[in-house]
């Protein structure tokens, strides 16, 4: 019987996929100059995990390349090499062809050829450059130290009796090994039992194996890398013996059952909905603690045991138990609570993997822009909703391209500041929320440029006199860009109300704080999920509205002599020394039967980014938590309406965008 190891194969990609990160990692942390050997050696185990891996999996196209990039990098830890930026600069090339290569064979599309060879290509010249030939065409080999055998060697390869369990195939082993030169197999069936005792997914069989052939030992014991727990193995130097030319057969030509069941997947996998379908699968799927998991299903278990409470309460209910039933309810809702928690938490995860691109990006643009750069991240392991996570990349990686590219000055502009430029990336919770702080230690906002082109775009008006926070507001407006020439980096204009829009939609705000000379700080402030809200519950008429808690700051009852109407801002109560604006809901949404007497009513007082202003309600009727349901998805979008949710009355209620409420207030003043 035999194994179908294409089981494995998702697990392959994800795995793959995460020694790509780690290479890439590694190559941009490797100083030009001395090699250092531990950062080499975990680039190059990685390297050599997708290279076995793919070699177990058929794909030998990943297989051939990151031969190639094993072999620089075996030259680099053995000193034969040195570690230069351009080998590290071709090997960084070489992490995202590899990566692109992987995600064709995982879609089944087709390969760039032409980049792949134009890669080996270069590292084989720098191969070459140490007298260390590779071939580059084909079955992509490279000769590696200590010299070579001249005679070849004798391997002799005992697998265990588990080898096959874990997905490992010894006639791909050997195919491998054919591929270093003139192979000859000998089976040694000593180890086999009777029929009836035969376990089929045992390795009974061992083998003699005589390679002729230039091979290094290295080069050899590296094919059994991913074998050597799971066997006895033993490579000698071939003593020169005549062998019965009919008792020998070269791995190549055997044919094993493994690989018609990879060739049958092979065909399954060129099915385009097949392939549609499990790209989806994936990219939904996410990996959970252990821990967590047991905390879940330790909470189910409570769960029960409160289930069957009320189920022997309700078989035999009296009057007289009825404080029995309010404990049982009071144990389901904190039951119910517990578990929400806990399932959110399987939900969370942590912000490096947003934050794991920038370096690389850092690196490439700096270098492309001539500037020197330390990219500085902290609060990595911050963890937050999935689907915020998903988002929020896009943002993100615009703003620290602004601080690339319009942020950080030249080295010959940098005046008295050091010559590397400093760009921050943190990552903290506070409040109930993630905050993203993205920083820089440029040239900062420049506030004249940014005052003149509001005025040429008719956004301020002459003569008046406008804050720090409202002439950086005019940044986030379309178009507007105070850039002095256009790059393929940033600077035409649009980006940053696209930003600011991405982020809002996930219930976040943005700030801006900047120095002329000093540089800027932007602050995103998200919440944690999106699928649960804290909110409190408002009466506006004969409909009910829930205002998020963290948007609150208090709630006040008003005295009709300390609100004024102010020409052009609407509205306004005189509140703690400041003129705070008033938004009607029930003028709003058009409620009807609402109390429009502002002494008899209530203001929540509710802020969002940076700003406060004062929501006219009937009442407060309760705080709870609320599953968002998506309104643009079910009707259309709604200015001021961030989703909606069914109340426990059967009813729906709107869940209000402080954000959009803010800006309907400033667009009708």
């Given at each position: 019987?035999a194994?179908d190891?294409?089981q494995?194969?998702q697990?392959?990609?994800?795995e ?6 780690i290479?890439e ?6 100083p030009p100059?001395?090699a250092d050997l531990?950062q080499?050696n975990?680039?190059?185990?990685a390297?050599h995990s ?11 196209e990943?297989t051939?390349f990151t031969h190639?990039m094993e ?5 680099m ?6 570690v230069t930026?351009?080998a590290v600069?071709?090997l960084?090339?070489?992490v995202?062809?590899l990566r692109e290569?992987?995600m064709?064979v995982?879609?089944n599309?087709?390969?760039?050829n ?9 590292l084989?010249?720098?191969?070459e450059?140490?007298?260390a ?9 490279a000769t590696v130290?200590p010299?070579?055998?001249a005679g070849?060697?004798l391997?002799g390869f005992?697998?265990h009796?588990?080898l096959m369990h874990?997905?490992n195939?010894?006639?791909r082993i050997?195919?491998e090994?054919a591929?270093l ?8 069936f ?10 089929p ?6 083998w003699?194996l005589?390679?002729r052939?230039a ?8 094919v ?6 799971d066997s006895?193995?033993?490579i ?7 062998i019965?030319?009919a008792t020998s ?5 055997e044919p ?7 060739e ?5 996998r060129?099915r ?5 379908a499990a790209?989806?699968?994936?990219s ?5 603690g ?8 330790n909470?189910?278990?409570e769960?029960?045991?409160?289930q069957?409470m009320?189920?022997?309460l309700g078989t035999d209910?009296?009057m007289d138990?009825?404080d029995k ?9 904190r ?6 928690e806990h399932v959110?938490?399987i ?8 934050f794991?691109r920038f370096p690389r990006m850092?690196?490439d643009i ?5 500037k ?8 990595e392991?911050?963890?937050?909703d999935k689907?915020?996570?998903e988002k929020?990349?896009?943002?993100l990686?615009h703003?620290v ?8 000055e030249?080295p010959a502009?940098r005046?008295?500041?050091?010559i590397t430029?400093?760009?921050?990336l ?8 993630i905050?993203?702080e993205v920083?820089?230690?440029?040239r900062g906002l420049?506030r004249e440029?940014?005052r003149?082109k509001?005025l040429?775009a ?8 406008y804050?720090?926070?409202q002439?950086?507001?005019?940044i986030f ?6 850039a002095k020439q256009?790059?393929?980096?940033s600077?035409?204009?649009?980006g ?7 982020i809002q939609?996930?219930?976040?705000s943005?700030q801006?704080a900047?120095q002329?000379?000093?540089g800027?700080?932007i602050?995103?402030c998200?919440?944690?999920t999106?699928?649960?809200l804290?909110?409190?519950?408002v ?15 208090e709630?006040?009852?008003?005295r009709?002599?300390?609100v004024n ?5 609407g ?10 604006p008033i938004?009607?809901l029930?003028?709003?949404f ?9 002494e008899k009513g209530l203001?929540?007082v509710v802020e969002?980014d940076g700003?406060q202003v004062?929501?006219?309600?009937d009442?407060?009727?309760g ?7 998506s309104?643009e998805?079910n009707?259309?979008?709604v200015?001021?309406v ?8 059967g009813?729906v209620g709107?869940?209000l965008d402080i954000?959009?409420?803010i ?7």
């Open positions: 019987m194994i190891i294409g494995f194969v697990t392959f990609f994800e793959s996929l995460e020694g790509l990160d290479m990692a590694g190559l941009l942390a490797l100059g001395a531990e080499i975990t680039i190059f185990r390297a997708i290279k076995g891996g793919s070699g177990t999996f058929g794909f030998k990943v051939d190639v072999t620089l990098l075996d030259k830890r053995e000193g034969q090499l040195a930026g351009e600069n071709n960084l090339e070489s995202d062809c290569m992987l064709a995982r879609q599309t087709d390969v760039d032409d980049r792949v060879k134009d890669l080996q290509g270069r084989a010249q720098l191969l450059r140490k007298g030939p590779v071939k580059v065409a084909g079955d992509s080999r130290s010299p070579p055998n070849g060697w391997i005992r697998p009796l588990d874990s997905g195939d010894p006639v050997f195919r090994l591929t030169g003139d192979l000859m197999v000998r089976p040694d000593s180890r086999l039992p009777r029929l009836a005792e035969l376990q997914e045992d390795c009974y069989l061992a003699e005589e390679l052939g091979a290094t030992q290295e080069a050899v014991a590296e059994f890398a991913w074998v050597e727990d006895d193995l033993s000698d130097p071939l003593v020169e013996t005549v019965p030319a057969q070269t791995a190549a030509e094993g059952q493994g690989e018609l069941l990879l049958r997947r092979g065909g399954d060129r385009g909905d097949r392939r549609g790209a989806a699968a994936d939904a799927s996410i990996r959970v252990i821990d967590k998991v047991d905390a879940v299903i909470l189910v278990g769960l029960v045991t409160t069957s009320l189920s022997a209910f009296a138990r009825i039933l309010h404990e049982a309810l009071d144990q389901l809702d039951n119910t609570r517990d578990l929400q959110m938490r939900r969370m995860l942590p912000i490096s993997s947003v794991s850092v690196h700096s270098e492309k822009l001539g020197q750069i330390d990219l500085r991240i902290s609060g392991q911050t963890e937050i689907t915020v996570i929020i990349g896009d943002p990686v703003l391209r602004n601080s690339l590219d319009h942020g950080i030249p502009d005046g008295n500041k050091p430029g400093v760009i921050t943190n990552a903290y919770h506070k409040s109930g929320s905050f993203i920083g820089d230690d440029g420049d440029a940014l003149r509001g040429d008719g956004l301020l008006r002459p003569g008046e006199e804050s720090d926070d002439i950086h507001e005019l407006h379309p178009g507007l860009s105070t256009i790059s393929d980096v600077g035409r204009g649009v940053m109300d696209v930003v600011r829009r991405n939609d996930v219930g976040g943005i801006i900047s002329s000379g000093l800027s700080k602050t995103i998200l919440p944690l999106l699928a649960i804290d909110g409190q519950l009466s506006v008429g004969h409909d009910c509205y829930i205002i998020p808690l963290l948007s609150i700051v709630s006040v009852q008003i009709s002599e300390a109407r102010v020409a052009g801002k509205e306004v109560l005189r509140f703690r020394g400041q003129h705070l938004l009607r029930y003028e709003l058009g409620a009807e039967e609402a109390v429009n007497n502002l203001l929540v969002a700003r004062g929501l006219f309600v009442d407060l009727q705080q709870q938590q609320i599953s968002i349901k309104l998805k009707f259309r979008r200015s001021g961030a989703g909606a949710t069914i109340l426990g009355d009813r709107l869940i954000s959009g409420l800006r309907v207030n400033n667009a009708a003043a």
